[in-house]
């Protein structure tokens, strides 16, 4: 909104170009989501103290997070309520890519709305049913797959998968596009709600990918650049750095009330948001499969879960003392601080290793 009231006095003031620059708007929606989450986040903790909107902590969980029960939760809403209006304000609302990944990063933290609130209503640690949330999952990982594929520009990338380390290369997909757009979207959310057991674990992993992707995104849509780096060129994505420019910035501002020991949880509102938000940015800027690497951590733990189970059912043993992956550390005799910074260093490298893909191909 404020892109489009001070562009057009670029033609009484020269200084006013500056608005044209995706670069300079992302730093403003960086700044501004980042002092909305710290100057509204008094006023939210204590909303959700006087509703009684409370963490309840699962009792099979360490021992010690019992403490921890009774802190307000669904403090998501900051970071999703940060967020938008910080885009809305900076980015230009023309841009299709732009509505795409911000109307099913909302989806998103509506399922996790929906699933805190179910959980705080009735006073019980489990929300919406796993069928409940996955379906719901689909439901959008389908129309951001549909909304990608028919607004791909160049028109010829529609339904096309990029490979890392190799010059340009698109592989056509065709019918397995949708259900590949769902699995990285369902992946992704899931896989942050997931890392979301620590005071501050999530959310500066976070900062960390979507700080990554907003360079991928950039360059994916400024043509000089990616045809230099050889990046599968997208026109018009460059518009999304906004965007996730503002999914570094309110994840920051939230971090001040989030960092150990935490006033406030952000709950699946928050988690689910910022996974299909990540999700659905690594789509647009036809860089899916970096987000294996980029988001490594976030894989990381959702392996540990999913190889926990498998061998529980299969030989009847563990393999972690317990999981996700910080809690198997945690149960080693790692403080919670350890984990969460020795997790957040990884997440770092995994970040650096992604951006060190653009000179190898």
Avoid at 143 to 154: D, S, V
Avoid at 259 to 280: E, T
Avoid at 320 to 343: I, K, N, S
Wanted: net charge positive; with cysteine.
């Amino acid at each position: 909104m404020l892109y489009w009231l001070l562009l057009p006095l670029s033609e009484h003031s020269i200084g006013f170009n500056v608005f044209r620059y995706i670069t300079f708007r992302t730093g403003l929606a960086i700044a501004t989501a980042f002092f909305i989450s710290l100057m509204v986040g008094p006023w939210l903790l204590r909303q959700l103290q006087n509703l009684q909107i409370r963490q309840a902590i699962r009792e099979e969980g360490p021992q010690h997070h019992q403490a921890k029960a009774g802190t307000p939760t669904m403090g998501g809403v900051l970071i999703v309520g940060s967020f938008t209006l910080a885009t809305l304000l900076w980015a230009d609302l023309t841009n299709r890519y732009l509505w795409t990944v911000l109307l099913v990063t909302l989806g998103f933290g509506l399922i996790g709305f929906l699933d805190d609130w179910i959980k705080v209503r009735y006073r019980r640690n489990l929300g919406l049913t796993t069928r409940q949330k996955l379906a719901l999952q689909m439901v959008i990982g389908l129309a951001g797959g549909l909304a990608t594929r028919a607004i791909a520009t160049p028109a010829e990338h529609a339904g096309a998968l990029a490979l890392p380390f190799f010059k340009e290369i698109l592989l056509p997909l065709g019918v397995l596009y949708l259900p590949f757009v769902v699995l990285v979207l369902l992946g992704s959310s899931n896989a942050v709600n997931l890392t979301d057991g620590l005071d501050g674990l999530a959310i500066g992993a976070m900062v960390i990918a979507a700080s990554t992707y907003t360079m991928f995104v950039y360059i994916a849509g400024h043509a000089r650049i990616s045809e230099y780096l050889h990046i599968v060129p997208v026109s018009g994505a460059g518009e999304v750095a906004v965007f996730t420019g503002s999914i570094v910035g309110a994840p920051l501002g939230f971090l001040w009330f989030n960092c150990h020991p935490a006033q406030v949880f952000m709950g699946d509102v928050g988690s689910l948001a910022l996974g299909g938000g990540i999700g659905i940015v690594a789509v647009v800027a036809k860089q899916e499969l970096l987000l294996i690497l980029v988001g490594g951590l976030f894989v990381l733990e959702a392996a540990s879960v999913l190889i926990q189970v498998t061998s529980y059912r299969l030989r009847g043993k563990r393999v972690f003392r317990m999981a996700p992956l910080h809690h198997h550390f945690e149960l080693l005799g790692w403080t919670e601080t350890q984990v969460v910074v020795r997790f957040w260093i990884l997440s770092v490298v995994f970040a650096l290793a992604g951006l060190a893909t653009l000179k190898l191909r």
